[in-house]
């Protein structure tokens, strides 16, 4: 199973961005996709969640109410829309796939987001 993000690049505080996570590969399941994201010299740390089956979402209380997970089953794909972005959603973010309950097991390679104040 391959994860590709894309949609990070650099904005000031405010403005929005929207990520994108597309999987593809052998045959899988799909039980939930989520973001996480890790800033320089910080470990990494969740942000988002989604079923994919009933698309029950989750969320930190750091994004909440800025940040929107979804989803196109179609697709493979999971979204994340970041709005009111602040200095500090600045890092590297990392789309993951649980295909077997309990865990991410697959994860992509990270875009890089970059806020400026």
């Known amino acids: 199973v391959q994860l590709q993000a894309s949609g990070g690049g650099l904005v000031q505080a405010g403005d929005s961005l929207r990520l994108s996570c597309a999987a593809s590969?052998?045959?899988?399941?799909?039980?939930?996709m989520g973001w996480y994201r890790q800033a320089p010299g910080k470990d990494r740390e969740f942000v988002a969640g989604?079923?994919?089956?009933?698309?029950?979402?989750y969320y930190a209380d750091s994004v909440k109410g800025r940040f929107t997970i979804s989803r196109d089953t179609a697709k493979n794909t999971v979204y994340l829309q970041m709005n009111s972005l602040k200095p500090e959603d600045t890092a590297v973010y990392y789309c993951?796939?649980?295909?077997?309950?309990?865990?991410?097991?697959?994860w992509g390679q990270g875009t890089l987001v970059t806020v400026s104040s």
């Open positions: 590969g052998r045959t899988f399941r799909t039980l939930r």
């Open positions: 989604i079923t994919w089956s009933g698309g029950r979402t």
């Open positions: 993951a796939l649980d295909s077997q309950a309990g865990s991410y097991d697959y």
